[in-house]
């Protein structure tokens, strides 16, 4: 099992600025996740993180808005940058182990003003 | 990837009913996993079923999987008013760690 703390919790933030969201997790892993939950949606992959290497964004996601650091293997940051209304969501990361459950920070409620 | 479907996106039942969701999915897959969501916050883990098994139980909830059809269902019994909440499917698409989400059914259980 994993135990994932993630932070800040929530946020209001201005359009223009960026925010960057911190996942620790209590063992290490390899690859950890960063998800999007759009208001009243399911979760979409953002990307996933690697250690040593940059990470994996899915379509529709680039590394200009969504800058991933992955310094060592217990700790990963997601930046929202140049943030509009758009980006106003609930972000989440993750870990799993293959073939077994994952697991899920509290996540990050995001509102842009 | 494209998200799995899932029916019905909303339901609304008594206590003490049965809740049945189901879910849709595109790819091979190694296993597929139920989450819970109560107010949009993290994830609570709720089951995992093996693309090797058609069934399976724990406490309230059961699972059963169709790899022919690529479809799953959650049955919760006996539900409760503490059962109000989204549940989402997951798959590992194509056998990778990441997942692929439903787009979620949100159950509401009145008293």
């Known amino acids: 099992s994993a135990v994932i703390s993630q932070k800040p919790s929530r946020d209001i933030c201005q359009r223009g600025t960026s925010l960057t969201i911190q996942c620790q997790v209590d063992s290490q892993v390899t690859m950890m996740f960063w998800y999007r939950q759009q208001p009243g949606q399911s979760l979409t992959l953002i990307a996933t993180a690697n250690q040593g290497s940059e990470a994996t964004y899915e379509s529709g996601f680039v590394i200009d808005k969504f800058p991933i650091s992955r310094p060592n293997l217990t700790f990963s940051t997601l930046t929202v940058s140049n943030m509009s209304p758009e980006d106003s969501s609930i972000y989440l990361c993750?870990?799993?182990?293959?073939?077994?459950?994952?697991?899920f920070g509290q996540g990050t409620r995001l509102t842009v003003v | 990837s494209q998200q799995g479907e899932e029916d019905p996106q909303a339901l609304s039942i008594q206590e003490g009913e049965n809740a049945t969701m189901n879910c849709s999915y595109k790819t091979s897959i190694n296993n597929l996993q139920w989450y819970r969501q109560n107010s949009g916050r993290g994830l609570v883990h709720l089951i995992l079923i093996r693309s090797n098994e058609r069934e399976k139980h724990s406490g309230r909830l059961r699972v059963t999987l169709d790899t022919s059809k690529k479809s799953s269902s959650l049955l919760i019994t006996a539900s409760r008013a503490a059962d109000t909440a989204s549940y989402f499917c997951?798959?590992?698409?194509?056998?990778?760690?990441?997942?692929?989400f439903g787009q979620g059914t949100r159950l509401t259980i009145n008293p």
């Open positions: 993750s870990v799993s182990y293959s073939n077994t459950e994952a697991f």
């Open positions: 997951a798959t590992d698409e194509g056998g990778a760690q990441k997942l692929v």
